[in-house]
Nanobody, 125 residues
Framework: QVQLVESGGGLVQPGGSLRLSCAASGRIFSINTMGWYRQAPGKQRELVAVITTGITNYADSVKGRFTISRDNAKNMVYLQMNSLKPEDTAVYYC????????????????????WGQGTQVTVSS
């Protein structure tokens, strides 16, 4: 089993910055795509940013303000958020495509998509 745990959310004033972190743990063999999504009240969950090997992709609404990065050795992904706006207020979710090992660690399972439990980001004065 694999777990994703986000941290770093909170309350920030407009124009401020936050850095979200997501740690993947468990019987991990490899992680392909990692990303961040968000869901505001009354809205559908939407892509914020994703990263694979050497490639990043951002929602138009965050381009130039947010930066996604990852540390493969630590199985972590980060989201640096600058110039935050009230419309960035949402629950932010970590997502990853992970190949994990069986409980006896002898075999590798097919890739599976995982979600974290989410972290609240509120941008308000």
């Amino acid at each position: 089993q694999v777990q994703l745990v986000e941290s770093g959310g909170g309350l920030v004033q407009p124009g401020g910055s936050l850095r979200l972190s997501c740690a993947a743990s468990g019987r991990i063999f490899s992680i392909n795509t990692m990303g961040w999504y968000r869901q505001a009240p009354g809205k559908q969950r939407e892509l914020v940013a994703v990263i694979t090997t050497g490639i990043t992709n951002y929602a138009d609404s965050v381009k130039g303000r947010f930066t996604i990065s990852r540390d493969n050795a630590k199985n972590m992904v980060y989201l640096q958020m600058n110039s935050l706006k009230p419309e960035d207020t949402a629950v932010y979710y970590c997502n990853a495509d992970v190949r994990s090992r069986t409980t006896d660690w002898k075999a590798i399972l097919p890739s599976r998509n995982y979600w974290g439990q989410g972290t609240q980001v509120t941008v308000s004065s």
